[in-house]
């Protein structure tokens, strides 16, 4: 049993071209403040994010 891999196994996905359905919304100063304390808090956990974004509206 061979258990070197012979790179065939792993095939690298093309990504979607970026598009926006919609316009952005702006953030105020005070939400974008918010978002970065939780980004500090949770490092790259947005579903915990999401839901400390959502209670403070």
Known sequence: ?????SGEDF???ARKPYSTTK???RWTEGEHNK???ALKLYGRAW???EATERAGT
Request: proline share 0%; hydrophobic share 35%.
């Open 23 to 25: 316009q952005r919304e």
């Open 1 to 5: 049993m061979d258990t070197h891999s």
């Open 35 to 37: 978002f970065l304390e």
């Open 11 to 13: 095939l690298v996905k």
């Open 47 to 49: 579903q915990r994010i």
